[in-house]
């Protein structure tokens, strides 16, 4: 075989692994369909179309669910993803726990594990443990449900295919390669907000026995916020997470922008003064520092350790103060939303965006509360034409974003690459 036949069939190959992922996307999306609907949603021929969807319920990962009645015509076939041919898990590191969630095919959720720590920080061993374990105890504990019927599913079924866990973990996450995630790459996590540095989780992959995806956690929930939430279909947005610490995830011409290292999106630790208090990462004036929870509340009470590890309780206080119109919590969440308006004008100066997405548990309430105040106070730090165009909006999936942003990274790899090896 010569190189120009060597080439011919691996851009073959390339074609044909390029309008699969167009199928499983549009099926993954719609939640069912026909051929006819999936050619015209992927511009593909009607021959490619049943072709494809062939090797795909071939394969297992598609079923037919039944017919549609078709005007002048034959009646149609639905079709959907099969939720019985896989599973996949969906991880997230946050500030004080860890979640550990399982998906079938079709994006269902069939399981979870809750691992809350104290004090923000965690040994990444414990982490490694942890979800070792829960892996291997909501693996049994789906079979158990397949074996027992609840599953609706004869136990003569052969067992669903894992696809891979997704881990998102705070900071920066450095990939010696291009690909994210990929077994073998041993991505770097360098998180100061929970006390890591240059940690690995090659030891993790090698326990699960299948792949293993890394990436910060602000980046998968904003895939997760693009695939399913409130920033579906936008070609330009910013999604932000705010907690304790302050994330962003930037869209660009509808991908996920990560920067040369994959450090893009850092937005807590851009600067809004050249004074203030001493942020996590060494310097003053970070973002973080006047809009993350800790903040507000130390702006709110002073400096006062009754809300060390507990900020959630702390701000349900303060917005509670809010509401009993106490001078102070006013003061507090009116110098928040001047502050937090001022951080966004930034981003829409710099990055023009077409959507904001404000989440995260403590901007998910910020949001609920004041986003009219919000966008206000954007309009007034940012430049006329990009502050008239942007759209401010409250995260759709709230608190549910992050292990499902986490386990889109399996599932990506699967539908661009198929069945792991």
Known sequence: MNDRTRSRKASVRD??????????????????TSRSSAGEATALSAATVTNLISDLI????????????????????????NPKAAIFFGADVGETQITLEAFDLTLSRLGRRIHRFSGRRIDPQKVIDFLADGVASLIQEIAAKQSTGLANEPATEP??????????????????????????????????????KAVTFTSLAERLGFPLFVDNGAKTTTQAEAWFGSAQGVEHGIVVLIGDGVGAGIITNGRLYRG???????????????????????????????VGASAVLERWRGRDDTWVGRETAGIDALFAAFDAHEPDAAA?????????????????????PQKIVVGGWFGDQIAEKFLEELHASVLRFSLEQPGNEVVLERSRLGHDAAALGAATLPLDHFIETGWPQ
């Open 159 to 196: 067992a669903p295919r894992v696809l891979g866990l997704g881990l998102g973990v705070p900071g920066i996450v450095e990939h010696p390669t291009a690909s994210v995630g990929l077994r073998g790459d041993e991505p770097l996590v360098h998180a100061q907000v929970v006390g890591w």
């Open 260 to 290: 040369s290292s994959s450090s893009a999106g850092e937005w807590g630790h851009t600067k809004i003064s050249l004074d203030g208090i001493r942020c996590r990462c060494g310097s003053r004036g970070c973002v973080e520092t006047f």
């Open 58 to 81: 071939d394969e297992g990962a598609v079923v037919e669910q039944g017919f549609l009645e078709s005007p002048g015509g034959r009646p149609r076939t639905v079709l959907g993803l």
């Open 332 to 352: 507090a969440m009116s110098d928040l939303v001047d502050h937090l308006g001022l951080a966004l004008a930034n981003l829409v100066n710099l990055y023009n």
């Open 15 to 32: 074609v044909r692994r390029t309008n699969r992922a167009l199928v499983i996307r549009h099926l993954l999306f719609a939640h069912e």
